[in-house]
């Protein structure tokens, strides 16, 4: 059975810089592609940034590009999101999650494995 914990978040002010963590147990990620997702109070969860397997590719939504560095440790087992220059409208509830595929998708509903969530609130 997959787990995967959230670590890294917490309270920050506008430009400031967090480094979010994922640690997976239960199954070897490696071949799997792994993705950062993230929701506000009162909205959809939404995509943020994904990772093929192995490291190959990566996307990022529009909102983050520049900001936020996906990647992961294989040998590790863990995901890490890098994020810089965060702005208010980045405050959400970010999870990690997978799906045992080579594919990368955007859609949560794509996604089998989720961590629990951890919270990221940027001041202004």
């Known amino acids: 059975q997959v787990q995967l914990v959230e670590s890294g978040g917490g309270l920050v002010q506008a430009g400031g810089s967090l480094r979010l963590s994922c640690a997976a147990s239960?199954?070897?990620?490696?071949?799997?592609?792994m993705a950062w997702f993230r929701q506000a109070p009162g909205k959809e969860r939404e995509f943020v940034a994904g990772?093929?397997?192995?490291?190959?590719?990566?996307r990022y939504a529009d909102s983050v590009k520049g900001r936020f560095t996906i990647s992961r440790d294989n040998a590790k087992n863990t995901l890490t999101l890098q994020m810089n220059n965060l702005k208010p409208e980045d405050t959400a509830v970010y999870y990690c999650?997978?799906?045992?595929?080579?594919?990368?998708?955007?859609?949560?509903?794509?996604?089998?494995?989720w961590g629990q969530g951890t919270q990221v609130t940027v001041s202004s």
């Open positions: 239960g199954r070897t990620l490696s071949s799997d592609s």
């Open positions: 990772i093929s397997n192995f490291g190959g590719s990566t």
């Open positions: 999650a997978g799906r045992p595929y080579r594919v990368l998708y955007t859609a949560p509903s794509e996604y089998q494995y």
